[in-house]
């Protein structure tokens, strides 16, 4: 069972129903571009609020994640919302792409990537946005300042700062963000050092 299974069993809104911010800036984009058919993979949806709102904005959506829990509460939330998404079950390193993106999404979820396979998993993610697209990407990164509430592996296997830049070098970068993030999710006061990027695909 995935870790997060029991979490989403217990509670389908465990990460709150509040859109992220990072959603909001991809919405703004696309509906500026005004192209029609704009397609969105969110990578680690959880229990889809991004995807959700992603879908309500007339995009379509792809979503993914880990979760069979997670896959099945956002599943019945699009009965609830009467949408459409392409939801479906699967680790990041194993999903096979069958199309580009104009829009490829991922928040708090590729530092559970292990450090060995980033280099291959950011390249499939760029050859497969679309000219023009965007990847929004946020992860947690290490700092000796914060204190992380991890195993030593995990603590390991996070990015280091500016890690993000570096996969992207090749790319117009649009924004680029390093700061503490406090948390709540297990109950338990923390935080965490988060970095985030958005990059434009040129060429």
Partial sequence: MNAYDTLYQKNDNFWGTE????AKEVALYLN????????????????GRDSIFFAHQGFA???IDSSKEGIKVLQKKMLTHNIQINAF????????????FDVIFSI?????????ARENLFRRFKTHTKIGGINV???FCKKP?????????????????GELMYYYRDW????????IKECNSNGIPHRHVKDSLIAKRTL
Wanted: hydrophobic letters at 35%.
């Fill in 137 to 139: 990407i946020s992860v």
């Fill in 32 to 47: 500026k571009r005004g192209n029609v058919n704009q397609s969105i993979l969110e990578v680690g949806c959880g229990e």
């Fill in 108 to 116: 708090g979820t590729l530092h559970y990537v292990d450090v060995s």
């Fill in 172 to 179: 117009e970068i649009l924004h680029v963000e390093e700061k």
């Fill in 89 to 100: 079950i699967s680790n990041v390193e194993d999903y096979i792409f069958d199309q580009e």
């Fill in 19 to 22: 859109i992220s911010n990072a």
């Fill in 145 to 161: 300042f914060v204190e992380e509430m991890r195993s030593k592996k995990e603590i390991d296997n996070l990015f280091e700062s």
């Fill in 61 to 63: 959506v792809t979503a």
